[in-house]
């Protein structure tokens, strides 16, 4: 065989070998690329199963809690710490969910104290300032703003001032009640409207939580809390108007705040006496505080201000699988035996 006849089939050879592998490498291209594309495609369908089943699962969870509160309605005319909603465990719902758990709380926002009874309202809509004749209302919100700012003051709180406390509980005042009269430290209208990015005063109940970051004073510190600061939003409710606060389900710091004469060592003493089984049936009176052993007798709290039963709760029931959750919140209110409506529902 010739040299040219071996050179050309030597170059012929060389051309397939260089198709082979670019064709190898292009197959592997197409390969690894497809793969990608399907592998993604299975992550966004796994995930979007898995959020699915969490958000069904979170959604369960609500109803599971609507349930225990009806069937605790039908059970005891009272409400308090010992009912089966409040006793909740992760160890309760383990058998209802075969792939991941539920974590199902419910907090009682009749045990709070209701913003939205800082200023009363009369039949007609008007509010009880300035009115004759409503002068036990008048005393009841008088303390209701007393009780605001003994909450605010604890140290618990970043207001540090008693004058700041002052000026956020006018402020809050004026926000809610109906006509544009600056209370002493408060603001109206005519301060908001003069802000760089101004907007009206509600003068009207306040609608939800976030909505009080609006209010002159109130910061996201003051509100939600940071570190070893509490958070204003775990002691106030928006929910309710009558002023009344379960003293069975009131954290501590509330209590504290019912009455200046009331210090830490009696409200040590009441929780321990709540807490006590024996002392469960002692519980339906909102007065049983009086029973507590060498209770003072000049500590006499407002019994237009307490409650034993309660309306209002805060469902939160969060649906987990390794790395994912799905956390449903509903506000809801036991109107009674056979209705608990959801007022506001959030998924996250």
Not at 155 to 183: C, G, H, K, N, Y
Not at 306 to 328: E, G, N, P
Request: include cysteine; proline fraction near 2%.
């Amino acid at each position: 065989m010739s040299g040219e006849v071996k050179t050309i089939l030597s170059d012929q050879q060389g051309m397939a070998l260089l198709i082979t592998v670019m064709t190898v490498s292009l197959l592997i291209a197409v390969t690894v690329m497809f793969h990608r594309k399907s592998w993604h495609s299975y992550l966004v369908a796994n995930n979007f199963k898995i959020d699915t089943q969490l958000k069904a699962m979170g959604e369960s969870g609500i109803n599971i809690g609507l349930a225990f509160l009806q069937q605790d309605l039908n059970k005891n005319s009272y409400d308090s710490l010992f009912d089966d909603w409040a006793a909740l465990t992760k160890d309760d719902l383990g058998a209802f969910f075969g792939a991941g758990h539920l974590e199902l709380e419910i907090f009682d926002l009749s045990g709070r104290l209701q913003i939205n009874s800082l200023v009363q309202t009369s039949p007609q809509g008007q509010g009880n300032e300035g009115n004759e004749g409503n002068q036990g209302d008048n005393n009841t919100e008088n303390e209701i703003r007393d009780i605001l700012v003994r909450l605010l003051l604890s140290p618990m709180f970043v207001t540090e001032e008693e004058s700041e406390a002052f000026q956020i509980v006018d402020a809050l005042v004026d926000w809610i009640d109906e006509d544009e009269r600056e209370s002493d430290n408060g603001a109206e209208s005519s301060y908001y409207q003069a802000l760089e990015n101004p907007y009206g005063c509600r003068n009207g109940p306040v609608l939800y939580i976030e909505e009080l970051l609006l209010v002159k004073g109130i910061t996201p510190l003051l509100l939600f809390g940071e570190g070893e600061k509490k958070g204003l939003v775990d002691y106030i409710t928006v929910y309710g108007d009558d002023g009344k606060i379960n003293i069975n389900t009131a954290d501590s710091l509330l209590i504290n705040s019912l009455d200046p004469l009331i210090g830490d060592e009696l409200v040590e003493r009441l929780i321990t006496f709540r807490k006590d089984e024996e002392n469960r049936e002692q519980l339906v009176s909102p007065v049983w505080y009086s029973s507590i052993g060498s209770w003072p007798g000049d500590i006499v709290l407002n019994e237009n201000l307490l409650t034993t039963q309660s309306r209002y709760f805060l469902i939160q029931s969060t649906a987990v699988s390794d790395l994912h959750f799905r956390r449903v919140t509903a506000v809801v209110n036991r109107v009674d035996k056979k209705t608990v409506k959801v007022l506001s529902k959030k998924v996250k």
